[in-house]
């Protein structure tokens, strides 16, 4: 007996293929759903072409544009918490208020990371 899921079994490229179509799944999931997810895009499609323009070098826009994709990272997985607290249970929880928690404390820390990385790299 294997505790593996019995969804796992694809290898090669068949696997990548997949997996390829189930991110692409998750972020327009994310995109319909979330309206914290929306706003970080938007906030992406602003920064993203800022750190091109105004950072200093290479490392300095390589930085600025990775912080700024770590908070869609972070807010994916947040959002994925959650959905999968929600799905145990709608009912309230102190686990579950913790869980939601502890993810949304996880975004505003990569925000403010935004803001500390930018800083170093601009004023730095």
Same mark, same amino acid.
């Given at each position: 007996?294997?505790?593996? /899921?019995? !969804?796992?079994?694809?290898?090669?490229?068949? @696997?990548?293929?997949?997996? !390829?179509?189930?991110? @692409?799944?998750?972020l327009r999931a994310a995109f319909?759903?979330?309206?914290? !997810?929306?706003?970080?895009?938007?906030?992406?499609?602003?920064?993203?072409?800022?750190?091109?323009?105004?950072?200093?070098?290479?490392?300095?826009?390589?930085?600025?544009?990775? /912080?700024? +994709?770590?908070?869609?990272?972070?807010?994916?997985?947040?959002?994925?918490?959650?959905?999968?607290?929600? @799905?145990?249970?709608?009912? @309230?929880?102190?686990l579950a208020k913790r869980a939601?928690?502890?993810?949304?404390?996880?975004? +505003? +820390?990569?925000?403010?990371?935004?803001?500390?990385?930018?800083a170093c790299v601009l004023l730095?």
């Open positions: 007996m294997t505790d593996e /899921s019995p !969804f796992k079994g694809q290898t090669g490229l068949r @696997r990548v293929w997949n997996a !390829f179509h189930y991110s @692409r799944a998750g319909l759903a979330e309206d914290a !997810f929306r706003q970080e895009v938007l906030l992406a499609a602003v920064l993203v072409p800022l750190a091109l323009w105004v950072a200093p070098d290479g490392v300095g826009r390589a930085l600025m544009i990775g /912080s700024v +994709l770590l908070v869609l990272i972070v807010e994916l997985l947040n959002s994925a918490i959650e959905a999968t607290v929600d @799905r145990v249970s709608l009912d @309230r929880h102190p939601k928690d502890i993810g949304s404390a996880a975004v +505003l +820390l990569a925000l403010l990371n935004v803001l500390a990385v930018w730095g």
